[in-house]
């Protein structure tokens, strides 16, 4: 028998569910091969209303939390540890991690393209998995499109570059080229080491696409946050003028954002709506529905293309790789964007548009992101 293939996965998320979802499919599918023996650490914040099944292993180390409004700066959540102390503790459970599970592929979300606040952390961890096993192929495991906006990323390019040069050997980008080229931002050299897998999500959303029935039903997902209360305010403005069409609306929202139970009285009001606070969407759920009124991160605008749910953006104010996303996915007909700004009768077109036209992508959408991973995967040791 094959000895097994170990593969440690080191991710750190900040607050948000996203790179959780998509480490986790990634992993699964690792996992789904015999040949792999798959660890995941996870840095950030645990995800507790999130419990999918697992093949794998996790491990969730003693948690960092960004500092508001910084991409370079954390904090303990634990506000008792002063910074120092859990930074080294981090690095020794790190470490003993390594030691014991010796990889043989070693997976690094985001770092180099973000996560520099933590070099010292991920470094570590490269020299000690080369260290134990000279022959370990360290890969940057990266979403679709990098935060180009963020002058953190501006800032930061040459010390990417430094590190993806002397380190990395091979950058997993989870998109495609056709929609948006990463290795643009890299000479010759560098562009040579990304590979573009396709898009990843769960197998659940791929399967079956068409067996729940479509009636005039639109979901709006909100989150928390600043975002979230900005989207909701817009939409309570579209209802104010339109809350007689035969749609039915159901809401999703998070606990994060100023005026939460006054937004949720307004939006009561309205017999349409159907209020529903922290859901995970599933494929069940979402295939429900025609429309999505939704930001545009990785997961969601993924999600609703494999589920053949039409998505009507509000890009997200705070996040350059949103609107860039927005916008590509707008020019290939994956979505229609909608100003925060723009009127209510501008939406409701726009709806209505969306709930009596067909969906017609401008290219064939790539979802074999996982499977090709796992492939690429086996291919390398």
């Known amino acids: ?74 904090r303990p959540k634990m506000k008792s540890i002063p910074i120092d102390a859990l930074l080294k503790w981090r690095q020794v459970l790190l470490k003993e991690c390594v030691v014991n599970f010796v990889p043989d592929i070693l997976i690094l979300e985001m770092f180099p393209f973000d996560r520099l606040g933590l070099e010292k952390e991920f470094t570590e961890l490269i020299h000690t998995s080369r260290n134990l096993n000279p022959k370990v192929k360290v890969i940057s495991s990266v979403r679709d499109i990098p935060e180009t906006e963020n002058t953190y990323w501006k800032h930061h390019q040459d010390r990417t570059r430094e590190i993806l040069d002397k380190e990395i050997d091979l950058v997993l980008v989870h998109g495609m080229k056709d929609i948006f080229d990463y290795s643009q931002f890299f000479k010759n050299e560098l562009a040579a080491k990304f590979q573009y897998t396709g898009y990843v999500v769960a197998p659940e959303f791929r399967e079956n696409c068409h067996s729940y029935p479509k009636r005039q039903n639109a979901l709006l997902s909100a989150g928390g946050g600043k975002d979230a209360q900005n989207m909701l305010t817009f939409f309570i403005k579209y209802l104010e003028s339109y809350c007689h069409r035969n749609i039915s609306w159901t809401v999703l929202m998070g606990d994060y954002f100023h005026d939460q139970d ?120």
């Open 1 to 74: 028998m094959s000895q097994k293939k170990k593969v440690l996965i080191y991710f750190y998320h900040c607050g948000t569910f996203g790179h959780t979802r998509r480490v986790f499919n990634i992993a699964q599918e690792l996992a789904s091969d015999p040949l792999n023996e798959v660890l995941v650490i996870s840095g950030g914040e645990g995800t507790p209303f999130y419990k999918p099944t697992m093949q794998f292993e996790l491990i969730q180390i003693p948690a960092l939390v960004p500092n508001v409004d910084s991409f370079a700066g954390y």
């Open 262 to 381: 006054k937004t949720e009285l307004r939006l009561m009001k309205y017999p349409n709506v159907d209020i529903q606070k922290n859901v995970i969407i599933e494929d069940r759920l979402l295939r429900n529905y025609n429309i999505h009124l939704c930001m545009s991160g990785y997961n969601t605008l993924v999600e609703n293309i494999a589920t053949g749910v039409k998505s009507i953006v509000c890009a997200r104010t705070t996040s350059g790789e949103q609107k860039i996303r927005s916008t590509v996915f707008n020019e290939h007909h994956l979505c229609k964007v909608v100003s925060l700004d723009s009127s209510a009768e501008d939406l409701d077109n726009i709806i209505n548009t969306e709930l009596n036209t067909p969906y017609y992508p401008k290219l064939k959408f790539n979802l074999d992101g996982a499977s090709t991973t796992r492939d690429l995967i086996a291919s390398l040791v």
